[in-house]
């Protein structure tokens, strides 16, 4: 069955540090796989979306890499903040359906 | 934030009403999305459509009908309420379909108890 798994436990780090959050995919060939922030009763804002050929991408402190064979998409955010303490969810189109299939999301926890 | 309103916030009901979700945008996109949240199951696609009159289901589209008679509103109907359905509904909108260079953009959902 076609499943996309995120770390359900959360993830606690110290300031300063690097997060590293975990996608992994089964049973999808994904063209894309997008990454997105959730604030406590807020929607789910978009971060950074790549490519299935793009091995890497940054954006300021943010960086995604896709592995196709691996399956696997990691989200980094390097010299982490409280203010990046929030739900990340991982994204992906389910055979080029224009339907984004989300992960249960990964909560990451900065600590000052 | 995108112009995307979804109207009511919050609201309870009963086992076995109707009830209509709003989403409204200010964006022009043709595109508009309703998802659910619930814990262990995180978002899941109800329905979505891609232009005035267009409609299609999405994973968890039983019990749900949609409407979409003007580019700027799209409804969310419950027709018989279950308690099933308590869950946040998110109403997500892109420019065109997600994946050409165009993410979701989405509301600050509305919180639905069924009682």
């Known amino acids: 069955s076609q499943k996309i798994e995120q770390n359900s436990e959360a993830l606690n780090i110290q300031e300063g540090k690097t997060a590293t959050l975990t996608c992994n995919y089964t049973n999808y060939s994904p063209a894309y796989l997008q990454w997105y922030r959730q604030d406590p009763g807020r929607g789910p804002v978009f971060l950074l979306l790549i490519r299935e050929n793009e091995k890497e991408k940054r954006k300021e402190r943010l960086k995604v890499t896709f592995d196709t064979t691996l399956k696997q998409s990691l989200f980094h955010i390097t010299a982490s903040q409280p203010a990046d303490s929030a739900t990340y969810l991982c994204?992906?189109?389910?055979?080029?359906?224009?339907?984004?299939?989300f992960g249960q999301g990964t909560t990451l926890q900065v600590k000052p | 934030d995108a112009g995307i309103t979804q109207s009511p916030r919050h609201k309870v009901t009963e086992t076995g009403t109707p009830v209509t979700l709003r989403c409204h945008q200010t964006e022009n996109h043709r595109y508009m999305y309703w998802y659910r949240q619930d814990p262990g199951h995180g978002l899941r696609l109800i329905h979505y459509?891609?232009?005035?009159?267009?409609?299609d289901k999405g994973e968890v589209s039983d019990g749900y009908s949609v409407s979409r008679s003007k580019t700027e509103d799209f409804l969310l109907t419950l027709e018989s309420a279950t308690s099933s359905q308590t869950s946040v509904y998110f109403c997500a909108i892109s420019e065109s379909r997600t994946g050409e260079n165009s993410p979701l953009h989405f509301g600050n959902g509305t919180r639905l108890t069924v009682t």
């Open positions: 994204a992906l189109d389910s055979g080029n359906t224009g339907k984004l299939i």
């Open positions: 459509s891609y232009g005035v009159k267009d409609t």
